[in-house]
């Protein structure tokens, strides 16, 4: 039996509160008044969700003082299969007691290509065909920084067109794409001219006023303008990079014929399609990858966080027509990590074997279901959007004045009390979006109904003393 037929459960019923439940309090430990006075300014998440932990299973966490939380961050998305699956687990041992090599830079093993042969089985034919793949240093933004390089060698081009709203990565080349302005604003200059930002198809709050199917129109008409009007004042790009589901801009999904407008508009200019994989790739979002919603195919693929198996690793996957640029053109000392090879192949196997971008999709739905409820009583629950299990929840001002959509603006203030109340009850989730206002559900793809319907239930109750505090 299937994972998704498994696990998927009766119907959720409507949440009642219950007239006594166990908060927890959040008294400064010791390791945490450590971390305060030792630790950089620039640490972000201990401010937000103070605990220490010391033992994690599955979705769920134990911090310090034996309390136990769902762990609805599960490292911003790096846990496809939560804390020390079982498969995870026995490959890491199975490289150790092998006494495999941990770190072989690019020279390959019987680990590394099983590692490619696994990640190319997963990809749509079309894009395995022409695949090739570039090991980076060991996050993210290190991929999106060797998919500029890419698309810049191949093309003869340097400008990229990014997306308000996204998010590639936090070094200097990667925040140049980013479209919040709060990173950047101490640094000064970053690529300069290099790089030119798009409205997103942002349908709650559509740039142009609009939304729906009008405003996914505008928004193409208005690509495909700059990219063939010679005085637009930009030039050409070497290339378009885009979250196919933005994610610390706020779970903001693209329409789907959005993106496939923007396939047939870059492809025709000979731009090439960057997709941002990092968050929302395996399973994640009910399928394999986020852009297989679209039937397109990319140009470049980057992926990290799940590719690991929860341990570090990044790659780019693009077709053949770029790899122009010369060895060494792009490097890093750790992008060798053997145990994590071996624990992304362990993962992309279970995602396959069992089903989980189905289990993922039907989770979500039951997740969705659940919050169109709580709707009903809370106003404030303003957007509720996403796929699979990356779900938001963008919190309004119900008495505030309505945009020209007339929806009513973002409650930035009441998202921190929500986070706080549902820590409280034992969940852990983060904030994101625009002025912190969208409450983010990213928990292990193997999430199973009756969890879902706790999450659900622990959320519903945070709302009721979360709101009740204004």
């Known amino acids: 039996m299937s994972v998704a037929t498994s696990l998927i459960e009766d119907q959720p019923a409507r949440i009642a509160p219950t007239p006594a439940e166990t908060l927890y309090q959040f008294d400064e430990s010791p390791l945490l008044a450590r971390q305060s006075q030792q630790e950089s300014n620039a640490r972000s998440y201990p401010r937000r969700i103070p605990l220490a932990l010391k033992r994690a299973k599955g979705i ?66 079309a894009l395995a065909a022409q695949a090739k793949i570039q090991f980076c240093g060991p996050t993210g933004t290190d991929a999106v920084e060797a998919a500029l390089k890419l698309v810049r060698t191949a093309t003869g081009r340097s400008t990229v067109l990014s997306f308000q709203g996204g998010y590639h990565g936090m070094s200097q080349g990667a925040l140049s794409l980013m479209g919040s302005l709060g990173p950047k604003k101490p640094l000064g200059a970053l690529l300069g001219n290099g790089v030119q930002f798009m409205p997103y198809p942002y349908d709650y709050r559509c740039p ?45 999904p693209a329409d789907l014929d959005w993106l496939r407008g923007l396939r047939r508009i870059t492809e025709k200019a000979g731009v090439a399609l960057i997709v941002d994989e990092i968050q929302s790739g395996f399973a994640r979002t009910g399928k394999m990858f986020a852009f297989e919603h679209a039937g397109i195919i990319p140009d470049v693929v980057v992926m990290s966080k799940a590719i690991g198996g929860s341990l570090p690793l990044a790659v780019v996957v693009y077709r053949d027509w770029l790899d122009t640029w010369l060895p060494g053109a792009h490097a890093g000392t750790f992008r060798g990590n053997q145990m994590a090879m071996a624990a992304g192949s362990a993962v992309m196997r279970y995602l396959t074997e069992h089903n989980v971008c189905e289990h993922a999709a039907a ?42 959509q007339g929806h ?21 989730l983060e904030l994101g979006g625009r002025h912190g206002g969208v409450v983010r559900f990213l928990p292990p793809l193997v999430i199973t109904g009756a969890e879902i319907d706790r999450v659900a239930d622990i959320f519903g109750r945070a709302m009721v003393a979360a709101t009740a505090s204004l």
């Open 363 to 404: 989770m979500g739905e039951r997740l969705s279901e659940h919050l169109h409820i709580l709707q009903r009583d809370f106003p404030q629950l303003g957007d509720i959007r996403g796929r699979g299990l990356m779900l938001g929840v963008e919190l309004v001002d119900p008495t505030g004045a309505p945009d020209a």
């Open 208 to 252: 142009f006023g609009l939304g729906g199917a009008q405003g996914v129109q505008v928004n193409l008409n208005y690509l495909e303008n700059l990219l063939n009007d010679p005085e637009a004042g930009v030039q050409l790009p070497a290339a378009v990079i885009v979250e196919v589901v933005q994610g610390e801009g706020g779970v903001i």
């Open 408 to 428: 009513p603006p973002i409650f930035g203030r009441l998202s921190p009390l929500v986070q706080r109340e549902c820590l409280k009850r034992g969940l852990i």
């Open 60 to 125: 769920y966490v134990e911090d310090v003082e034996g309390r136990s939380f769902i762990d609805c961050l599960a490292g911003a998305g790096t846990l496809a299969l939560g804390h020390n699956h079982p498969v995870v687990i026995e490959a890491i041992q199975q490289v150790l007691s092998d006494e495999l090599p941990l770190h072989t830079l690019d020279l390959t093993t019987p680990v590394k290509d099983q590692f490619v042969q696994d990640l190319f089985a997963l990809l749509p034919p």
